[in-house]
């Protein structure tokens, strides 16, 4: 197996909080991979390092076994690397069309000109395509903000994509939208995947994960505890720990709490 | 209703999906439009010869220069700028000094302009490698800042004339059609500006100003590069304030400190942008054109300067609480309203 | 020289304080609502004409006027903020609430020539006279300064109490910290907004008396030269920090006062130029927060 991205032992802290601590993970080469966990484990913190938002205390990021730890986010992304984030942001008083044109502007050589028409043929021609394939080319001319956040989503996602990048980071792309369109991202996803596009996805819907991913790697308090086909994932006890807390606890309490009323009786 | 089923969309005028909510005419309307304006303002001083209509009517075309000026900086990268009059007091200043070291007379002053436009602009590029590193907040007190500043240097410089400030050379022609020079020159500046602003607005460069606006941060983690470009629309807002100014300074005879860094200035042409919708081509033309004859009359009508002083901030309160987008957007969106229930009374008969 | 360098220090402390107190409303402004007032600087001189009136024409002495013009300009902040800024929304809202504060600023300015005319004029007591002073560690001090001093403690005081041991206090921090998390306990960020305003612009009724006693004279343009100098303080101070606010107040006065020694056309441009040289080096201020990159 090809490993396309991976971190080595990412540790960061903000103020006293250790966000991550030895995180180390693997993206397989045209794998959907999962990377869950309880909120505040560190995935966001865990992008944000990867695409260069933030830098780690320790540790390394590779793409293809090249260190990209240092780079800003316009070299991550030029590097191949696309990101969304949880909170969508697009440019809401560009159309959709030029949201699109946006993404376009790195791949350009240094020889067209800045006057000249914003977006050649072949750009606008790309765009509509990956917006027909989300499903809102309709909207191409309107103002990006009149959109609605399920249509935001697919803008963010398609102008990610038109910038064809190997590797796809995505922040819980089905959090807040109602069940068909989650849907019809999931099945976006797989279509691309068969194209040979490797997706990262945060993602909290725990049916969308085990659906889509091929792989799940879980943080929980800033390290890996588990790493695996979604099947087994889901079953180790360690997993359901960081999720839900020890039944060795709630046995410990109960047996405590039986030892109290038994010595109350006598 | 999801986006997948979406597909029957209502398209535009001409199978075209309507940009940007809705535009006010058609592009042949538009086209005969500006037509017309070019004629109008090209006879306009020959029909009109009363000298007080052709005085308000260069300050006119220049302030449509200035406004449009400070909308290709301001109006497309979202950063509020309230120094701009550093810039046309610059290229005032420029014209002045040159033109009295020099010996400088008559007609050979209209070709100073273009250097008092350029020493605006080299100007422009250390203010703007400073006050570009903030944030929008700080950018506008730094602008604030560098105009005190500039209003403090042009106060004390002996070459600048000190408080007392410098004297225009005298214009050599005819008194009868004083003013005509003035505008064909002013109305050359600001069709060329407004030009510019249009293609500005259509080009990569305009695309990558206005994601800055939207997204700063996104748009340059997508690739953008973000102090080179807001530094380019600075530098050419300067350049056209520095030829407004010089041109300015001519006609109008003097430049004193006060008087040409003046903060009202700055308020003034933020408020015709806004008026006529900020971030547009035409918006900044319909402020200058609805704002500055208006400014000007009152101020010869009403002997008490405070007065306007008042009417000022008070029309620009009522902009801003009642037209936040300006004339021109919220109009096309009323006509883009208006046509869609047009069509939907269409569809139904 | 030795002297003059000495008392430019003292001058520059002492003056500094009251630039101190006008920008402490101004920062706190910004730190609840995310505005920079701009028209807090002819509100200080508003406060300045109110305090010339109660005391030119009702003979009420300064300090005692304050207990009149406090309220007052508080009513005023908390009108202008709910009329003209609570109003403005969407994606311009920085930018127009800038503007706004602006045009209310010029509003202000044209009544009050409209009303006093441009002659300058001073606040005049008999603690304002130059002979009144008390000499402190070799330097005359005026007692209008030592009045003024006792005040800014005064007014840091009920402000600090204010904000930290009031139920209301506790609303405008937790405002300042997250406006939509305060909405979601049940803070009423409306009002809390409105009355922040008005603390900040009653502030000035303060800053106003002092600044107008000790100026040597002031007419309704002075409001520029005031502003721009309270806006560089607050930014170099770092926006939102009252503390950076007090620092940079006196440390920017002093500087001036010095610089006025050798070079008094430029003094005053020391504000300006130690503005731009801390924000090249640091451009969130010397004590602001480190920016969240916020549109």
Redesign the interface.
């Known amino acids: 197996m090809t490993v396309a991205l991976r971190t080595e032992g990412i540790a960061k802290a903000f103020g006293g909080v250790q966000a991550l601590s030895d995180a180390t993970i693997e993206v397989e080469q045209a794998s959907i991979t999962g990377l869950i966990g309880p909120n505040g484990s560190g995935k966001t913190t865990l992008f944000n390092i990867i695409t260069g938002y933030e830098r780690p205390d320790a540790g390394a990021v590779y793409l293809h076994d090249r260190p990209i730890t240092a780079l800003s986010p316009q070299r991550v992304f030029a590097a191949g690397i696309g990101r969304t984030f949880q909170l969508t942001r697009i440019f ?2 560009l159309t959709v069309m030029e949201n699109m044109l946006v993404a376009q502007q790195h791949g350009h050589r240094r020889r067209v000109s800045p006057l000249s028409r914003a977006g050649s043929q072949s750009d606008r021609q790309r765009a509509m395509a990956q917006l027909e394939f989300a499903g809102i080319a309709g909207q191409a001319g309107e103002l990006a ?1 009149t959109l609605s956040y399920g249509q935001r989503k697919l803008l963010e996602l398609a102008y990610v994509l038109v910038a064809d990048p190997g590797i796809v980071l995505l922040d819980e792309p089905a959090g807040g939208i109602n069940p068909s369109l989650v849907g019809l991202i999931a099945d976006r996803i797989r279509a691309l995947n068969a194209a040979g596009v490797t997706f990262l996805i945060v993602e909290h819907n725990m049916e969308f994960v085990m659906s889509l991913c091929q792989h799940v790697t879980v943080l929980d308090y800033g390290t890996v505890v588990a790493t695996g086909p979604p099947e087994v994932v889901r079953a180790d006890p360690r997993v359901l720990d960081a999720y839900l807390g020890t039944g060795e606890d709630d046995q410990a309490e109960a047996d405590e709490a039986e030892a109290d009323e038994q010595s109350g009786q006598r | 209703m999801t986006t997948g089923t979406q597909k029957a969309q209502v398209a535009g005028p001409a199978g075209v999906p309507s940009a940007g909510g809705g535009r006010l005419a058609s592009p042949a309307a538009r086209l005969t439009g500006l037509g017309l304006v070019a004629v109008v303002a090209l006879i306009f001083p020959l029909v009109f010869t009363n000298a007080t209509i052709s005085n308000i009517a260069v300050q006119t075309v220049i302030f449509i220069a200035v406004a449009s000026a400070w909308n290709i900086f301001s109006g497309y990268s ?1 950063y ?1 700028s ?1 120094g701009h009059a550093v810039f046309f007091g610059t290229g005032a200043y420029a014209v002045g000094i040159i033109a009295r070291d020099a010996n400088v007379t008559g007609d050979t002053v209209f070709a100073l302009l273009p250097l008092a436009g350029l020493i605006a602009a080299l100007v422009a590029v250390p203010l703007g490698l ?1 006050a570009l ?6 950018f ?3 602008t ?3 105009f ?2 500039a209003q ?2 042009a ?2 410089l002996a070459i600048t004339g000190g408080s007392s400030g410098l004297l225009a050379p005298v214009p050599n022609w005819t008194a009868a059609t004083f003013n005509n020079p003035f505008y064909y020159a002013g109305l050359l500046i600001a069709a060329a500006t407004v030009a510019l602003s249009a293609v500005i607005r259509r080009s990569r460069f305009g695309l990558q100003l206005r994601a800055i606006r ?4 996104r748009a340059v983690g997508l690739g953008v590069r973000a102090m080179p470009v807001k530094l380019t629309a600075l530098v050419i807002s300067a350049f056209v304030c520095g030829l407004a100014g010089g041109l300015w300074f001519y006609f109008i005879g003097q430049a004193f400190p006060q008087f040409v860094f003046d ?2 200035f700055d ?1 003034a042409i ?2 015709m942008a ?1 008026f006529g919708g ?1 971030g547009t081509v035409a918006g900044p033309v319909l402020g200058a054109l609805v704002l500055e004859p208006t400014q000007l009359y009152l101020t010869l009508k009403l002997t ?4 306007s ?2 009417l ?3 029309v ?2 009522v902009v ?2 009642f037209l ?2 300006g004339v021109l957007p919220t109009a096309a969106e009323l006509a883009g309203r208006q046509r869609a229930r047009w069509q939907r009374r269409g569809d139904r008969l | 020289m030795a002297r003059e360098v000495y008392e430019a220090i003292a001058d520059g402390i002492l003056g500094g304080g009251v630039y101190a107190l006008m920008a402490a409303g101004l920062t706190l402004i ?1 730190g609840v609502l995310d505005i ?1 007032n701009i028209a807090q600087g002819i509100l200080v001189i508003l406060g300045a004409y109110l305090s010339y009136v109660l005391s030119v024409h009702l003979h009420i002495d300064l300090f005692i006027g304050l207990a009149i013009t406090i309220p007052v300009m508080f009513a005023i902040g908390v009108v202008i903020q709910w009329l ?1 800024i609570r ?2 929304r ?3 809202r ?3 609430t ?3 504060c ?6 202000i ?3 009050l ?2 009303a006093f005319g441009p002659n300058f004029v001073t606040l005049n007591a008999w603690y304002t006279q130059p002979n009144a002073s008390v000499k402190l560690f070799g330097f005359y001090i005026g007692d209008i300064y030592l009045f003024g001093f006792g005040l800014a403690i005064v007014a840091v005081v009920v402000l600090y109490l204010l904000l930290y041991r009031t139920t209301f206090g506790r609303a405008v921090r937790a405002t300042m910290q997250d406006a939509t998390a305060a909405a979601l306990v049940g803070i009423e960020v409306n009002r809390v907004a409105a009355l922040t305003f008005g603390i900040g612009v009653a502030v000035t009724a303060v800053g106003g008396m002092m600044y107008g006693a000790t100026s040597g004279g002031f007419n309704p343009n002075s409001g ?2 005031l502003i ?1 100098r309270l ?2 303080i607050i ?1 170099l101070g770092g ?1 939102g920090s009252i503390g950076g606010a007090m620092v940079a107040a006196i440390f920017m006065t002093t500087a001036e006062a010095l610089v006025d020694i050798w070079q008094p ?2 003094a ?2 020391v504000f ?2 130690a ?2 040289v801390v ?2 080096v640091r ?1 969130t ?1 010397l004590f602001g927060r480190q ?1 969240v ?3």
């Not at chain 2, 939207?214 to 941060?217: G, M, P, S, T």
């Not at chain 3, 602006?102 to 509003?107: D, F, G, N, P, R």
């Open positions: 809401p008083r903000g | 979202g509020l309230l400073v590193r903030v944030r929008r907040h700080t506008v007190v730094i604030i800042a560098f005190f500043i403090l240097t106060s004390n939207d997204d700063e941060d903060p009202l308020l933020a408020l806004f900020l008490n300067d405070y007065l002083e008042i000022l901030g008070a620009f309160l801003i609480l936040p987008r | 910004f920079i003209f109003p403005l969407g994606s311009e920085t930018s127009m800038l503007l706004a602006y045009a209310v600023a010029l509003i300015e044209g009544i020539y409209a520029y030269d721009s806006l560089a930014i926006l056309n430029w005053v441009a300006y130029l503005l731009v924000l090249v451009p201020g920016a990159r916020a549109q």
